[in-house]
């Protein structure tokens, strides 16, 4: 956008980048429990895939919360937990979403080592209804999609609890950044992202997630991350790792130290 000020307008630019704000961190164990029960009260792809043996321990389909000590273990065969957020307009195709999730169920059934996956796909608008047809018209064994309405306070901890994030964005005007991956990251979340022009000023394929550019790709990469799910020495772990380290500023830091001086100068 700076370039193309200074190209086509003639305007000198400072860039200033989204940021996450605080709250957009990594969940912790009990809060995820806790996020996971909550939700399966209302959606069945949360809920326990099997008792457990101790009538008084409280399962989610990823989580178990001993009754005893009140600690949270991950469970061994959870689901991969894949979620994604959109506006439901016209400016991200989910059919693409649709397309690869389609080829992840058949390399499943075809007898490659991945998981179940549950697939949450947040937020509100005017293709919602549309896409959610598309979705029951789907008869998957290993998949289930879910598209909640969260509370405000729910969808970071969402994020948080996560193991892959997807955008669908692609810019009309190829200059702006999806702020949906600015709140993932955030929250040390991969990406797989569809591809346009300036994402990569945001998306640094193979070190912080991937960048596709059709169904065919995404469903690749999601093969890929998810084999052997879950992998400690995965591709998964390492971009998650990369994004830990990254020291990324929050969105207060970031206009301290970028838009304070210019306001300071003037």
């Not at 690869?100 to 998981?115: C, I, R, V, Y």
């Not at 960048?211 to 591709?235: C, H, T």
Request: glycine residues 4%; hydrophobic residues 40%; aromatic residues 8%.
């Amino acid at each position: 956008m700076r370039e193309d000020l200074a190209d086509n307008w003639h305007i000198r630019a400072v860039t200033v980048y989204d940021k996450p704000a605080s709250f957009f961190k990594e969940t912790p164990l009990d809060l995820q429990h806790r996020l996971f029960m909550k939700l399966g009260s209302m959606h069945s792809p949360f809920r326990a895939r099997s008792e457990p043996e101790d009538p008084v321990t409280e399962r989610s389909a990823f989580t178990e919360r001993d009754a005893g000590s009140g600690l949270v273990t991950r469970l061994r065969e959870r689901p991969a937990l894949l979620v994604s957020s959109t506006s439901w307009t016209e400016d991200e195709d989910f059919s693409i979403l649709l397309a690869a999730l389609e080829k992840f169920e058949q390399l499943t059934l075809d007898g490659h080592n991945l998981p179940s996956l549950v697939c949450v796909i947040t937020g509100k608008g005017p293709l919602r209804e549309y896409y959610s047809r598309l979705i029951h018209q789907k008869h998957f064994q290993h998949i289930q999609v879910c598209t909640p309405w969260l509370e405000a306070e729910d969808y970071p901890l969402l994020l948080g609890s996560a193991d892959l994030g997807v955008c669908l964005h692609t810019s009309s005007s190829g200059l702006d950044l999806p702020m949906k991956v600015v709140d993932m990251f955030g929250c040390c979340l991969p990406v797989c992202a569809v591809n346009f022009k300036c994402l990569h000023e945001l998306v640094k394929h193979e070190e912080n997630g991937l960048v596709f550019e059709d169904s065919e790709e995404l469903a690749a990469q999601l093969q890929m991350l998810f084999s052997n799910f879950p992998d400690p020495a995965g591709k998964l772990n390492q971009f998650r790792k990369n994004l830990r380290e990254s020291q990324q500023l929050r969105w207060d830091e970031s206009w301290v130290q970028t838009v304070l001086p210019l306001v300071m100068d003037t």
